[in-house]
């Protein structure tokens, strides 16, 4: 499927816990940076600043389309080497090797922005109708609507279940797999269909559209977004110069949940976690963004002995 390319500037889009994300990391001149889902570049472009002269930033994303629109975002900075990547954050390590990169900082923001939801084309968004596809990175795996058209009910039902926490998991899984009988799921307005004649009306929650659950859950199956999180993760913080900082976004239970294991697991093995509990937006970054109000930031640091590890969070604590 051809991608119709935007000027970047018709994208609406703020970065989630900016502030948050650069005290963490707290970046240098001359210091190399990865983001790993850069996206439109929104964090990025506070990167880039906060490195030059002499940093180093390596920018990857699965998204092809939105690593264009981030390359001509950020440009070629006056007094920073930057690196664009088409690449699953996933396979981070090939990239570090490539470029020879000891990482001082890494950023993972594990949610979409603006530009992909709000694209009918791409079928990640229940209120336009679009093409059920859902990939980020539409050059590989299969559609959203291949999958739900070949899924046992069972395996739709468990789907829905952990990666979307539907209570109504069953009847949606039973209303999928009774209409692609007669006719195979095909636009985002066929799998609306089957929530909204699954859910009565009187057991909808009024807060959100009866479809979020399940959009958000047969994403996450379509571009299998949790599978191998936990190895890349555990990748990524030990590929950090000592004393560097990977900060991670999450966005619903299932992710935070595997961040959360992760860095209980790097702790025993001498990292530390900057705070025991997450980091979550203030009121006022809701009201201004409202995609960011279930966001759930952690951070670790990598330290080798007692002496970095105490100069790390000393640096930490002033700022």
Known sequence: MSVMMMEPRTFPHEPVMVHEVLRALSLKPGDCVVDGTLGLGGHSLHFVDAIRPGGTLLGLDWDESMLAVARERIGSPKGVTVHFIHSDFREMTLALQEYSIKPNGILLDLGLNSAQIEDPNRGITFRQNGPLDMRMDRTRGEPAAALLNRLSPQAIEDGLLEYGDERWARAI??????????????????????????IPAKARDKRIHPATRTFQAVRIMANAELDGLSDALEDAAKSLQVGGCLVVLSYHSGEDRIVKNVFSKLVEEGFHQVDKKPLVPTESEVRRNARSRSAKLRAIIKSSDKESHHERISKYSSR
């Open 173 to 198: 899984a039973k209303k999928i797999v009774e209409r692609r009988k007669d006719q195979p799921l095909k636009m985002t307005d066929d799998l609306v269909e089957c929530v909204l004649a699954a």
